[in-house]
T-cell receptor, first 115, second 112 residues
Framework: GAGVSQTPSNKVTEKGKYVELRCDPI?????LYWYRQSLGQGPEFLIY????????DSGLPNDRFFAVRPEGSVSTLKIQRTERGDSAVYLC?????????????FGPGTRLTVL | KNEVEQSPQNLTAQEGEFITINCSYS?????LHWLQQHPGGGIVSLFM???GKKKHGRLIATINIQEKHSSLHITASHPRDSAVYIC??????????????FGKGTKLSVKP
């Protein structure tokens, strides 16, 4: 079956612009996670959805970052007034539920470059 | 602060060598994951374990809960094993059940 997909695969934007990154989780997975990976670092948690609601958004770095999952499937990560420091690979993962013992399945990531 | 430490940071091996990558964490966890990331960013889950040992092909993962330590072993290494191997944990801290805390990864290069 289809895995987690993310679009676009690459996004280049200018400082100050607004960007949206999309994640399509595996069908039926209720838990969805966004992570950010800077060059040479491990991924860092941003936000976790259980269904339509954000169960934990403690990893969002500031109020320029926002994510939604209105129908409990596709999620969009939105970044306002982008800064060069936002350049990273943004990873999405899904799992059947938020149970600690569920495996997370990762998408290929979106590489964001802010010039 | 909950942290995940991996060692070594970089590892170069000759084809056929036995490889060990280590992961240490600071407090109680509910699960530990070993992930593989190839150039280009895609992450594949190799193992998820909360106790004991798991084996899949040439890969073996072990965890010692008392010592808060896990190891990933690769037997008869091959150039196609070259990738970044990442350890990630879920802490039993009563907070979010969702997110993983990641190590910085171990970059493995296997030479033919």
């Amino acid at each position: 079956g289809a895995g987690v997909s993310q679009t676009p695969s690459n996004k280049v934007t200018e400082k100050g612009k607004y960007v949206e990154l999309r994640c399509d989780p595996i069908s039926g997975h209720t838990a969805l996670y966004w992570y950010r990976q800077s060059l040479g670092q491990g991924p860092e948690f941003l936000i976790y959805f259980q269904g339509t609601g954000a169960a934990d958004d403690s990893g969002l770095p500031n109020d320029r970052f926002f994510a939604v999952r209105p129908e409990g499937s596709v999620s969009t990560l939105k970044i306002q007034r982008t800064e060069r420091g936002d350049s990273a690979v943004y990873l999405c993962a899904s799992s059947p539920s938020g149970n600690s013992y569920n495996e997370q399945f990762f998408g290929p990531g979106t590489r964001l470059t802010v010039l | 602060k909950n942290e995940v430490e991996q060692s070594p940071q970089n590892l170069t091996a000759q084809e056929g060598e036995f490889i060990t990558i280590n992961c240490s964490y600071s407090v109680g966890i509910s699960a530990l994951h070993w992930l593989q990331q190839h150039p280009g960013g895609g992450i594949v889950s190799l193992f998820m374990l909360s106790s004991g040992k798991k084996k899949h092909g040439r890969l073996i993962a072990t965890i010692n809960i008392q010592e808060k330590h896990s190891s990933l072993h690769i037997t008869a290494s091959h150039p196609r094993d070259s990738a970044v191997y990442i350890c990630a944990v879920r802490y039993m801290d009563g907070g979010s059940q969702g997110n993983l805390i990641f190590g910085k990864g171990t970059k493995l290069s296997v030479k033919p």
